[in-house]
């Protein structure tokens, strides 16, 4: 990962993490065991738990609470209730006396989705609530799962410490989030005023999207769809829904693979897009019961419900690779009257609908590339992870300065220039230099940024 090795060693001697302590919530696999390494040699303490039941590997969060590197609150498969209680423990900081106290920390948070963020945006709003009208948060308030458990968390430390939430929000100078979907959810509360610190938009550095959501996914969903069930894709047809950047990192590598891709899109532009890469562009009605593969990739809900796959052929396979679990309708498999669900191996179930045949559905319908496989390989994270680690050193220096309102804010194009830039030599790139004269004539700088902020890569 060399752009994080570049950090260690431009950074390292100078620990500019010193006293900062940090909460992360993002997969904890290999790569960002070496995230959390890094953030511990610029001077942060951490703790750290994943953002998805499923994406874990035991033997990177076992390495990294060995070395002391961070305090780690994650297991591959764990439960909703579980996997609450993880987030919980990794924004509860304790004082030397060894009890818990929020104006310990943290004071940092890097996310990725959301959850750590809405864990304390929620508590807050609970808590004023509770001052008011000492009411405490009802799981049967809710239908779903996930904010069941939240509501559980939320009630027992209301009961513990009814400042909690409010101390750790006045303590924490901002977050950097990792993903699209987590993104949405910034932009949303900074609209409505209900951001309660700074927020930058990791995902949104030209090398992050543009990288891992791209590449990455175009490696790490055919890996994951092949170790759940080594099926040929050669000449299989798939149906991929969305032609963002996942998208379309995903038909590339399908098509690449041999399959023959339909894509679905809301938006005329992706749409357009996706046919002149040659894929047929159709509605999912068009295609239900032909292909053989579906995979989700586009951050929204609803998207294969169940009267979708009772129409697919037997053994299709469907799965997603968008943030969360609800684009496809795992609660309406579960209810289908006469369904059973077959445990094929872990994170792989066939479920067999009254008739006799069976869909294949992956990760229980969460990141199949994380679930079924290990998520994107190193070199592509070390860009999105360089960008995180200078995220976190910009928010910690810039804690006592007026710079950051709570909002949200892309690192500048020169950052960005420079993630990539750490990133050519590793593939023997050589870079072409500006003349003075050409620099003039296109007027950009000998040493970038080289677009502006416009271009769109
Ligand atoms: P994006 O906004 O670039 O792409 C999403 C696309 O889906 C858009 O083009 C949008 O028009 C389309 N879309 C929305 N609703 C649709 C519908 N009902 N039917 C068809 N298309 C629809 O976002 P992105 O960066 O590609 O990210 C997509 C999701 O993947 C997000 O949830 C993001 O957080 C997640 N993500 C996952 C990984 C991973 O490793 N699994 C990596 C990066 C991002
Ligand atoms: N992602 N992390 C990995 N190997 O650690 N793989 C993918 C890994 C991230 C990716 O940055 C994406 O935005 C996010 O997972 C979605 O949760």
Known sequence: MPGLMSCRSEMEAEKPLKGAKITGSLH???????????????GADIRWCSCNIFSTQDHAAAAIAQSNSASVFAWKAETLEEYWWCVNEALTWYDEAGYPNPNEGPNLIVDDGGDATLLIHEGVEWENNYEVNKKLPNPDDTDNLEMKEVYRVLAKELEK????????????????EETTTGVHRLY???????LLFPALNVNDSVTKSKFDNLYGCKHSLPDGIMRA?????AGKEVLVFGYGDVGKGC????????????????DPICALQAAMEGLTVCRKEDVLSTCDIFVTATGNKDIIMVEDMVKMKNNAIVCNIGHFDNEIDIGGLENFPGIIKENIKPQN?????PDGHGVLVLAEGRLVNLGCATGHPSFVMSCSFTNQTVAQVELWKNKNTDKYRNEVYVLPKKLDEKVAHLHLNHLNARLTRLTDEQALYIKVPKDGPFKPNHYRY
């Open 28 to 42: 904890m696999t290999i790569q960002t065991a070496v995230l959390i390494e890094t953030l511990k040699s610029l």
């Open 161 to 176: 410490n009814p400042k909690k939430w409010q101390t750790i929000a006045n303590n924490v100078y901002g977050v950097s």
């Open 188 to 194: 949303t509360m900074a609209e409505n005023n209900k």
């Open 229 to 233: 069930t080594d099926v040929m894709l």
């Open 251 to 266: 038909a590339f590598s399908l098509k690449a693979a041999g399959c023959r891709v339909n894509i679905a899109e809301i």
């Open 349 to 353: 179930d066939r479920w067999i609908f």
